[in-house]
């Protein structure tokens, strides 16, 4: 059954993604690409993460996409303008070969262990999951956690001097 | 009986809940808007729809059928897809944000512990387990509800259209921080993400997150006038200003497809009000039976909102803008140290 439904979900988020890049008009690629999202959501609640999968909705598919969205709709592109070149296409293969090719080699030389980590399902339905990156984010992850946010402050900063024209 | 593991009584309870909780959000969108038009009648000193039935009482019923009957018009020069999906993206959130909603306490039938929410269960002890991310999942199908309308306006491709869609879409993003800021100070109190269990900490009158302390209190009040603006009622209701901009987003709309976006309007004032209940004002605890207190609350909700819109005329896009960003988001922060230094002082 759980089988059945990841291959049903997975197989609309490579569909979804197979669209963001084939669609002429480029509403359609956003919606396809919310779509995309919104298959991973379900794939982190499979996963018995239902926070990342919350995350995952409301930043990307609901922050984020709303921003693209709202720059395709300001800048009113319709369809895609100038036609795709051969060049384009043979570098397009070329990247995506060699990606290929070093996910393989680097899957093939290395060899999974089976070792776990501390938190498993059972650690995960007594504490919770929330509760669980709180902890860790909030104590081991402490560092990383505040240089981001500081990151972002000052990206925050940047974005108002950008828009403002007198400072 | 049982299937996968599970007693069939579960199975039937799932597919009632679902069933009564969509009938009743849809009776209450068909009936609201004949409130909102016999209250703010009233409050006018008119008498409001009075000829259809007894009281005018089936004038929803005559709405819907004339509706549904008129032509359906897709401007030629539409882009089809997003044109026929906006209704329903619009609608669909506003609906399914009732999934995570206690409405009732935990019931019991034929000595199955059945809560009142639709994802839940409780095991033999009656404890209840529900999505414990559940305001998460009410923030994260209010963010969805932008795309309904701003692909209408996009794909109608008409100018009042799309100034609607570009407005509403910037009006649900400034506000949407606000209002989430302000549920954080529920978190803070709660110290849980849980709908039940936050309905649960808030037994009588001084439980109620409301009057917790005056920080709950201003934060409950900031989240209301935010999920109004979220939900484009009056006065925020910039997007389909007639006076500049005809019928906004949904301009080129006509017979369902424009009712889908009525009820939508209608449903997400269902959603906001049963939000703000279950968050700030107890849920369904209270004197009367469960589910009756749950009903109350939310309806008196809507007619605070009928109220404003009797009362307040439309805010100018730049105050609205102002509001948003310059007095809600530094408050609502200003709150949450606040709610804080509360919370440590007087544990």
Redesign the interface.
């Known amino acids: 059954?759980e089988t059945l439904f990841f291959s049903i979900v997975a197989a609309i988020a490579i569909l979804m993604s197979i669209l963001v890049i084939r669609c002429k008009?480029p509403?359609?690629s956003a919606?396809s690409l919310?779509m995309t999202f919104f298959c991973l959501a379900t794939l982190y609640v499979m996963l018995e993460a239902?926070?990342m999968a919350?995350?995952q909705?409301?930043v990307y598919?609901?922050?984020i996409m709303?921003?693209i969205?709202?720059v395709?709709?300001?800048l009113?592109i319709r369809t895609e303008s100038g036609r795709r070149t051969q060049h384009a296409l043979f570098l397009g293969a070329a990247t995506g070969l060699f990606l290929l090719f070093q996910t393989w080699y680097f899957l093939s030389r290395s060899s999974l262990t089976g070792a776990k980590g501390a938190i498993d399902s059972a650690a995960i339905a007594k504490v919770?999951?929330?509760e669980l990156i709180g902890q860790s984010l909030f104590t081991e992850f402490l560092l990383p956690f505040e240089i981001t946010s500081i990151l972002l402050l000052a990206a925050i900063v940047g974005a108002v001097v950008l828009a403002k024209k007198k400072v | 009986m049982e299937i996968m593991g599970l007693p069939l009584i579960y199975y039937g309870a799932m597919i009632l809940k679902v069933l009564l909780a969509f009938v009743f959000v849809l009776l209450t969108v068909a009936y609201a808007t004949y409130a909102e038009r016999k209250i703010i009648g009233h409050m006018q000193v008119r008498v409001g729809p009075n000829r259809v039935g007894p009281m005018g009482l089936l004038q929803p019923i005559a709405d819907g059928i004339k509706l549904f009957f008129k032509e359906e018009i897709i401007p030629s020069e539409a882009s089809k897809f997003a044109f026929l999906l906006a209704p329903l993206v619009a609608l669909i959130p506003a609906f399914i944000s009732f999934a995570v909603i206690p409405f009732g306490d935990v019931i019991e039938i034929a000595g199955y512990k059945i809560p009142l929410q639709i994802a839940a269960f409780a095991d033999n002890a009656g404890t209840v387990f529900d999505l414990n991310i559940g305001v998460l999942y009410i923030l994260a199908m209010a963010s969805l509800g932008v795309y309904g309308i701003v692909l209408a306006g996009w794909s109608s491709n008409s100018k009042y259209s799309l100034l609607g869609g570009l407005r509403s879409s910037a009006q649900m993003i400034s506000y949407e921080l606000a209002a989430g800021l302000a549920i954080v100070c529920v978190f803070m109190v709660s110290q849980s993400l849980s709908l039940h269990a936050i309905v649960a900490d808030q037994a009588g009158l001084f439980g109620w997150y409301l009057f917790r302390n005056p920080f709950t209190f201003l934060a409950g009040i900031i989240f209301f006038i935010c999920s109004l603006a979220e939900i484009n009622r009056t006065p925020f209701d910039l997007p389909e200003a007639e006076t500049e901009l005809v019928s906004g987003f949904c301009t080129e709309y006509s017979s369902m497809k424009y009712a889908m976006f009525f009820m939508a309007e209608y449903a997400n004032m269902v959603t906001v009000c049963a939000v703000t209940t279950t968050l700030f004002l107890g849920g369904w605890q209270g004197p009367l039976p469960s589910v009756l207190n749950f009903i109350a609350k939310v309806y008196f909700l809507m007619f605070v909102c009928m109220w404003i819109r009797a009362t307040y005329p439309r805010y100018r896009y730049d105050q609205l803008m102002k509001l948003g960003w310059k007095v809600f988001l530094p408050s609502t922060l200003f709150l949450i140290v606040g709610n804080a230094i509360w919370i440590t002082l007087f544990k």
């Open positions: 059954m008009n509403i359609n919606l919310i239902p926070f919350a995350i909705v409301i598919a609901g922050a709303v921003l969205v709202f395709i709709m300001l009113n919770g999951h929330t």
